[in-house]
């Protein structure tokens, strides 16, 4: 297997960006050099609760989708054979996203020669409503006050308005019927090997995102080509 420790050269990019900023940059990148038509990614809507997938074809766009929402829909296979099939398109997917992607290609629904795939590492997803009502009920904090959250080392963490952090232990939060999704709570796939590159936080230091590089080419250092 090969990796690299990635971060963005843009500074803009690297302050919006969860890790690095890496998976932003490439998405830029394969949008720049015309390797895709669009790409389908997460921007925030309302509050950090309301991730709505969208679909970008400009650049200057990506900045608004930078960043993990851990309360988005899992849905990103079915938008692109629903939506996208005939278009080249870079999308970010979960494990959970990667499977329904692998069987979408499987069943002729997504062609594979259109589609470049950025994994994202995933260590679960939250309902959006439930969400908000666990902040309520477990942490001292307004969940209008959120301005992000995490899952890290066994614990959801949110940050708020004014920098202070607050974290409570997935389990006890699961264990009153709160937490991530039941289906993420089951799910023994963390890493979407399936995916052309899979990216983040596990191994890297603050401010850098790690890359596991699944794509050959890549692997035999070949740079994406327009079609
Ligand atoms: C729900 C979730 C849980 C995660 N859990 C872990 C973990 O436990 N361990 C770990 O190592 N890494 C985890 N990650 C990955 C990590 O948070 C970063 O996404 C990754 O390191 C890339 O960082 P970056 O700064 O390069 O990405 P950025 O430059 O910030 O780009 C991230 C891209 O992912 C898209 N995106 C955001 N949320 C979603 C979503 N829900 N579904 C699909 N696309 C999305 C954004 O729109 C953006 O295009 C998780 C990500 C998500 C979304």
Known sequence: MSYVLAKSQNDDIHKAGECGGAVTSILKYLLDEGIVDGVLAISPCDDVYDGVPTFVTNSEDLMKTAGSYHCAPTMIGDLVQKYLFDKKVAVTAKPCDMRAIEELIIRHKINKDNIY?????????????????????????????????????????????????????????????????????????????????????????????????????????KRLKAS
């Not at 006890?172 to 990216?199: F, S």
């Not at 230091?205 to 590089?213: H, K, N, S, V």
């Open 117 to 221: 795939v950025i994994g994202l590492n995933c260590g679960g997803t939250v309902p959006p409503v439930a969400g908000r009502k666990m902040i309520d009920l477990f942490y001292e904090a307004d969940p209008d006050d959120v301005v992000s959250e995490e899952i890290d080392k066994g614990q959801f963490i949110i940050e708020l308005a004014d920098g202070s952090e607050e974290a409570v232990k997935i389990h006890d939060l699961e264990q009153e019927g709160y937490g991530r999704r039941t289906n993420c709570q089951r799910c023994d796939v963390k890493i979407p090997r399936k995916a052309n590159i899979a990216c983040g936080n596990w191994g890297a230091e603050d401010g850098w995102t790690f890359i596991e590089i699944n794509d050959q080419l890549l692997k035999e250092g």
